[in-house]
Nanobody, 125 residues
């Protein structure tokens, strides 16, 4: 059974930092591209970042470029999202997702292979 478990969310002041983690189990981790998505209250889910199975290619949404960095450690079956210079508009539930096809993660397809349950990030002003 595949599981994606996010952690690291919480309450932080604007300008602060958080690092989210997503631990995967039950899959051949380096065969999967991984992505981070977020959904704010009352808004649609949006793409945040994606990374290839090898970690050699990463892509970030324009809204977070220069502030957020996605990485992965295939030895630990874990992906990370380092979030710096946080803004109140970054407040959302953050989800990780896995799919065997990178472009599907980049496109934010609804039917990606696996999704986590999310972790809440709240940025206060």
């Amino acid at each position: 059974q595949v599981q994606l478990v996010e952690s690291g969310g919480g309450l932080v002041q604007a300008g602060g930092s958080l690092r989210l983690s997503c631990a995967a189990s039950g899959l051949t981790f380096d065969s999967y591209a991984m992505g981070w998505f977020r959904q704010a209250l009352g808004k649609e889910r949006e793409f945040v970042a994606a990374i290839s199975g090898s970690g050699g290619r990463a892509s970030h949404a324009e809204s977070v470029k220069g502030r957020f960095t996605m990485s992965r450690d295939n030895a630990k079956n874990t992906v990370y999202l380092q979030m710096n210079s946080l803004k109140p508009e970054d407040t959302a539930v953050y989800y990780c997702a896995a799919d065997q096809v990178l472009y599907r993660v980049l496109a934010g397809k609804d039917n990606l292979d696996y999704w986590g349950n999310g972790t809440l990030v709240t940025v206060s002003s």
